[in-house]
């Protein structure tokens, strides 16, 4: 039987020095297991480049996109990177604000996975284009012909809204490592060094710069909500804009961003599972109650995202709207009925049963093969909203031929995947992903007094 104790969070279970080893350990070393990820992920990279010149060259004919069906596979991993990327700024930021003690361990992770994944998800609007070369015209400046862009287009929105938030993540993320570079300077050895040195701004570890990086990460926190909030909220108005059967809907902003939530907390869970498996220095630091803690968050977004998914059909049902009762049925009996219904187990039934058990929460491999199949059931989500709407969009086009992906597609698509699993990599390799000083520091306040007979911690105010 469990005891109380073990309920509540506590810092590592390990001295300040041993942190300081097991965050480090990873810095300019290779192993087999993270030399066989960069191979595969090179590979992917090289074969989407050479699948991206051929559609250069013959044109966007080369992807399955045809009459009506005309945004595909590149839209729909667009839209499901974006949701990816909001694991990290918004869960740091609230985390942070909120005062969470355990969130040490788990907030650098991601923001990195921001870091790597929204340009990934920012490359799919250039490469739908077809006509790469010309996208220049969607700056906000006069063309040759010197007319702006349409400011009242929600695809220019999508231009500002990545750009904003891809500038205001990687500062975010820079700001909490540069403790770290500036800590770690001295002990590093060669090229990783130089680097440390240049990037940490001759970091003394002085009282005032503590306190500019502290009321730094406050400040990022507060401001980084809004921007995160609108970012996927307009994307979703790219959809919700139109009058297509399943797009045209009033409930897709708080849907798009709490499924972004829900599929970013997702890769997180599996982001720390490739972690502890690499690096099992890692499980000093990277505990079950950070795992118990996280998956509760997950939890409480995907009981959100049920209830704002269903509440998308069910009105709609009920008042039998013919173009969504098509939509629905097209969906649930249709030649997606199979997705469709991997969607609902995948992404409600069993997920939402799991976590409600905290054994299930605390088990590592577990939490990690369910963030595999909850990613899985969200990217075919992103399929359902673009693809069968413009299917039965017009009844002339209703025998059409379906939508498929084409290989170029395909290629393109696992060369993003390449590009964040082996930039993630990388970055475990030279700068620390997990934040030392935060560890130390919960570390250090940590304090443990009897209550009752049972020795429960607490943490005293300050840094």
């Not at 005032?208 to 909030?229: F, N």
């Not at 704002?308 to 008042?319: Q, R």
């Not at 909850?374 to 075919?380: L, R, S, T």
């Amino acid at each position: 039987k469990k005891s109380p104790e073990n309920l509540n969070f506590r810092a590592a279970e390990c001295s300040i020095p041993e942190i300081f080893d097991a965050v480090f350990e990873p810095i300019g070393k290779s192993g087999w297991k993270s030399n066989i990820v960069l191979t595969i992920c090179g590979l992917l990279i090289l074969g989407a480049a050479i699948a991206f010149s051929g559609q250069l060259y013959y044109g966007i004919g080369q992807t399955g996109l045809h009459i009506p069906v005309y945004w595909g596979g590149y839209i729909i991993t667009f839209v499901f990177w974006i949701g990816v990327a909001h694991a990290g700024a918004l869960i740091s930021a609230l985390l942070r604000l909120c005062g969470a003690e355990w969130k040490s361990a788990v907030t650098r992770v991601a923001e990195v996975i921001t870091l790597f994944t929204l340009p990934a998800a920012g490359s799919f609007p250039l490469i739908h284009l077809g006509r790469t070369e010309l996208f220049y015209y969607m700056l906000p400046l006069p063309n040759n012909r010197l007319l702006w862009p349409n400011f009242k287009s929600m695809l220019m929105w999508d231009v500002f809204a990545v750009s904003t938030y891809l500038t205001g993540s990687v500062l975010f993320l820079y700001v909490t490592m540069v403790p770290d570079l500036g800590i770690a300077r001295p002990r590093m050895k060669g090229w990783i060094k130089t680097l440390y040195t240049i990037l940490s701004w001759g970091w003394r570890g002085t009282a005032e710069e503590w306190k500019r990086v502290m009321e730094a990460a406050a400040l990022y926190s507060v401001i980084i909500l809004p921007v995160v909030i609108s970012v996927h909220t307009i994307v979703s108005w790219d959809f919700a804009m139109q009058v297509v059967p399943g797009w045209h809907s009033e409930v897709f902003g708080p849907l798009f961003f709490v499924g972004a939530l829900y599929s970013g907390t997702a890769a997180v869970f599996t982001m720390l599972g490739l972690l502890l498996w690499t690096y099992p220095g890692f499980k000093k630091v990277i505990t079950q109650v950070h795992y118990d803690m996280l998956g509760r968050v997950w939890l409480v977004l995907g009981l959100a995202w049920a209830y704002l998914f269903f509440n998308d059909f069910v009105p709609a049902y009920y008042a039998h709207e013919p173009d969504k009762m098509d939509y629905l049925y097209y969906n649930g009996f249709g030649p997606y009925a199979a997705a469709c219904w991997f969607l609902v187990i995948g992404n409600f039934a069993l997920p939402l049963f799991c976590l409600a058990f905290q054994e299930f929460r605390r088990s590592i491999m577990p939490m990690f093969v369910l963030s595999i199949i909850v990613n899985i059931a969200m990217y075919i989500e992103r399929v359902f909203i673009v693809i069968p709407g413009l299917e039965i969009y017009n009844g002339l086009n209703f025998n059409t031929i379906p939508y498929t992906y084409s290989a170029t597609e395909i290629a393109i698509i696992a060369g993003t995947f390449g590009w964040s699993i082996g930039g993630l990599t990388l970055f475990c390799r030279i700068f620390p992903i997990l934040p030392y000083w935060e560890l130390a520091e919960t570390k250090a306040r940590q304090v443990e007094v009897d209550m009752a007979g049972v020795k429960v911690a607490y943490f005293q105010s300050g840094e």
